[in-house]
């Protein structure tokens, strides 16, 4: 028996004025297609840490 499972797949935006119509376009998305699993980006909505020099002496 073979079961159908649908899988979404998305990019996060990481703020401004887009992330919260991006985040409405998504949940729209889930909803039509019924999609079963969503993956994200590890840390969403947050700036990918490598991005900047900054580091913390203390750790």
């Not at 935006?13 to 994200?40: F, K, M, N, Y």
Request: proline content about 7%.
């Amino acid at each position: 028996m073979v079961s159908k499972f649908d899988v979404t797949i998305s990019q996060v935006p990481t703020g401004g004025s887009e992330c919260a119509t991006d985040w409405s376009r998504l949940v729209a998305h889930i909803e039509q297609e019924e999609s079963d699993l969503v993956v994200l980006p590890e840390m969403p909505f947050y700036r990918w840490l490598p991005v900047t020099d900054d580091d913390d002496a203390d750790l």
